[in-house]
């Protein structure tokens, strides 16, 4: 506060100013000659989606060993106070007092004597001059108007706070992802050519597989050792598929419905894999995990990370948008059928999904972003009985695959379970049972 001083006509005036300043498959039975394939499906979901496979056809023992990093936030909160504005008055009036005068006597002349010598003739004395009365000064009365008061404007100008810049919006960058390409150099086919298997890009972690043939129902099954995943045809264009178990020997078969759930082997073929990333299969669209170049969720991932500048934040920054903008469909989960695929963009559009659409959602956004991203399936603990169920791990440069090392909201390091973080409103109770890697069985990567 600063005070200035002013003038008046009457008398001192003093004037103070102040300035004051937040988401069954049937065992079906494939003849091949004189043996049997089972065959296996995709999986669907209740809380954790339910698929109809038995859990032997697809046991790996691909666990993840759990790596735990530590991080810390910080919360800083600013306030600012106004302060008061004091308004302070004085005035002062006076009078004038009324100031007296005297006056003064007058002479009178003196007698003359009478002798026998002739009068003496007296000078005439002369008449006093007269005095004019003095007017005694009327008393003056004190001025009762109000003077008028110059305020004096201040030396200096009251200190402000700075007007605020305005909030710069991130510029929204979209990816350019990792696409899928067909048909390459290294094509096999059947002898009627219904199956044509494109093999020219198994160094980027993928195959391509087109049925062109009149049967309904047709499974394809892509094995190496004892690993096995099992896929529904869905179309008659090319279908993608990852090569999820690295390095080697992979088997492609393709069968067609005879009766039942009796199949017929129409191609089969081994292809030998050598992968230029290891983590490439991850990178790439899948049936799984399907987007193209000019999909919704490509856009949104750009949307999301706009402003990112690591890939943890990225990685934050999409599941955070995952969980509070999906909401479990019951309705789905209580009606899903074998074989069902996750359609991202409706899922996008609807905001609903069980827990097959949480992890191909996250996976695409992450993907999209250059982030390599299983989608995994396979047994979760909930309430004592071990449930089929789909979630996700990441990749990072500075931390490899990480299985128990996600940022969840003031609960340290998790796996990317979106469901149930997603899920139950508790979430230090779903960060404590994510963590708690004995939870989580994997067989399958997609």
Not at 24 to 38: A, G, L, Y
Not at 147 to 168: D, G, L, R, V
Request: charged residues 20%.
């Amino acid at each position: 506060m600063s005070k200035f001083k002013t003038g008046t006509l009457a008398g001192a005036l003093i004037l103070a100013l102040a300035y004051s300043f937040y988401a069954c498959d049937t065992n079906d039975s494939v003849k091949t000659d004189d043996k049997q394939i089972t065959s296996t499906s995709t999986p669907t979901g209740e809380v954790a989606p339910v698929f109809s496979d038995n859990a032997s056809s697809h046991r790996t023992d691909m666990t993840d060993s759990p790596v735990t990093t530590k991080d810390s936030t910080k919360d800083v909160t600013s306030s600012g106070k106004a302060g008061p504005s004091d308004d302070v008055s004085l005035s002062e009036s006076g009078s004038d007092k009324p100031v007296s005068s005297q006056s003064g006597d007058n002479q009178k002349p003196g007698n003359g004597n009478t002798t026998d010598k002739p009068a003496k003739t007296d000078a005439p004395t002369p008449s006093p001059t007269p005095v004019p009365a003095t007017k005694a000064p009327a008393t003056e009365k004190p001025s009762t108007a109000v003077p008028t008061i110059a305020t004096k404007k201040p030396t200096k100008k009251p200190t402000e706070k700075p007007t605020p810049k305005p909030t710069q919006t991130p510029e929204v960058i979209i990816p350019t992802i990792y696409s899928v390409d067909t048909p390459g150099n290294d094509v096999y086919a059947n002898d009627d050519r219904t199956v044509k298997v494109d093999a020219s890009n198994t160094s980027k972690g993928y195959i391509a597989i087109k049925y062109s043939g009149s049967c309904g129902k047709v499974k394809i099954i892509i094995s190496k050792g004892d690993n096995k995943y099992t896929y529904n045809v869905t179309k008659t264009s090319y279908e993608y598929f990852p090569l999820s178990c690295g390095n080697g020997t992979y088997s492609v078969g393709v069968y067609e419905n005879v009766s039942g759930n009796n199949y017929m082997p129409v191609f089969q073929e081994n292809i030998s894999v050598s992968l230029s990333d290891s983590d490439s299969p991850f990178l790439y669209p899948n049936q799984y995990v399907w987007f193209t170049q000019n999909s919704a969720v490509v856009k949104k991932s750009a949307q999301v990370c706009a402003g990112c500048e690591s890939d943890f934040e990225k990685i934050s920054s999409i599941f955070d948008y995952v969980t509070s903008n999906i909401s479990y469909d019951y309705d789905k989960a209580s009606s899903v059928t074998s074989g069902y695929l996750p359609d991202i963009s409706s899922i996008l559009s609807s905001k609903k999904g069980i827990c097959f659409d949480y992890a191909s959602v996250f996976a695409a956004m992450c993907r999209a972003q250059g982030i390599p991203t299983k989608l995994a399936t396979g047994y979760v603990n909930q309430n004592s009985s071990m449930v089929y169920h789909a979630w996700n791990y990441v990749y990072t440069q500075e931390k490899g695959w990480v299985t128990v090392s996600f940022y969840l909201n003031k609960k340290g390091y998790n796996l990317v379970d979106a469901t149930f973080y997603s899920t139950i409103s508790d979430k230090e109770s779903a960060a404590d049972f994510i963590n708690d890697n004995s939870n989580y069985q994997a067989y399958q990567y997609y």
